[in-house]
T-cell receptor, first 114, second 110 residues
């Protein structure tokens, strides 16, 4: 099955700095790569996603890049704010339908200090 | 709750007891999933169902059971065979546009 590794496990930055979280995956057939943000005790919320036919996607301060050859993708957050503090999960999905399961990384705890 | 309702929010189980976690969705999604979350472990797949009356084991199905008698409902039973059930349980449903998660049930063994 798919194996997803996520680094770092914790990340501390100062407000206004950039943060980068990286994930690698094992199955070259995987083609959908979402990122979720989870605040303490709450459900994961999708913040950005990318499909395998795209190399980069941006939404305001958040961007995701995908390198299919190297089988890794990254989340970039610019101009970080204290409300960005949360746990971030990458995930990988095989197949072309919404019925395929997601395999998650173990998460990165991001702490943004004022 | 974004179209997926999990209940209860908190659940306490005694040793040797079976408990059932509820998951209901009104999004008309065919696929539904159960994930378990432990600190530092991410989300691990327990069971999933792509259609009514059919479901498949995920990576950590031992000690759990599910049913899918209705499209809207996908309850999870934590049996006494699950030796370490204390965790946060998340239900989700999906279309080709992505997953929607419920708000979770925190299960504690007492």
């Amino acid at each position: 099955g798919e194996n997803v590794e996520q680094h770092p496990s914790t990340l501390s930055v100062q407000e206004g700095d950039s943060a980068v979280i990286k994930c690698t995956y094992s199955d070259s057939a995987s083609n959908y790569f979402p990122w979720y943000k989870q605040e303490l005790g709450k459900r994961p919320q999708l913040i950005i996603d990318i499909r395998s036919n795209v190399g980069e996607k941006k939404d305001q301060r958040i961007a995701v890049t995908l390198n299919k050859t190297a089988k890794h993708f990254s989340l970039h957050i610019t101009e970080t704010q204290p409300e960005d503090s949360a746990v971030y999960f990458c995930a990988v999905q095989e197949g072309n339908s919404g019925y395929s399961t997601l395999t998650f990384g173990k998460g990165t705890m991001l702490l943004v200090s004022p | 709750d974004g179209g997926i309702t999990q209940s209860p929010k908190y659940l306490f189980r005694k040793e040797g007891q079976n408990v059932t976690l509820s998951c209901e969705q009104n999004l008309n999604h065919d696929a539904m999933y159960w994930y378990r979350q432990d600190p530092g472990q991410g989300l691990r797949l327990i069971y999933y169902s792509q259609i009514v009356n059919d479901f498949q084991k995920g990576d950590i199905a031992e000690g759990y059971s599910v049913s899918r008698e209705k499209k809207e409902s996908f309850p999870l039973t934590v049996t006494s065979a699950q030796k370490n059930p204390t965790a946060f349980y998340l239900c989700a449903s999906s279309t080709s546009y992505g997953y929607t998660f419920g708000s979770g049930t925190r299960l504690t063994v007492v």
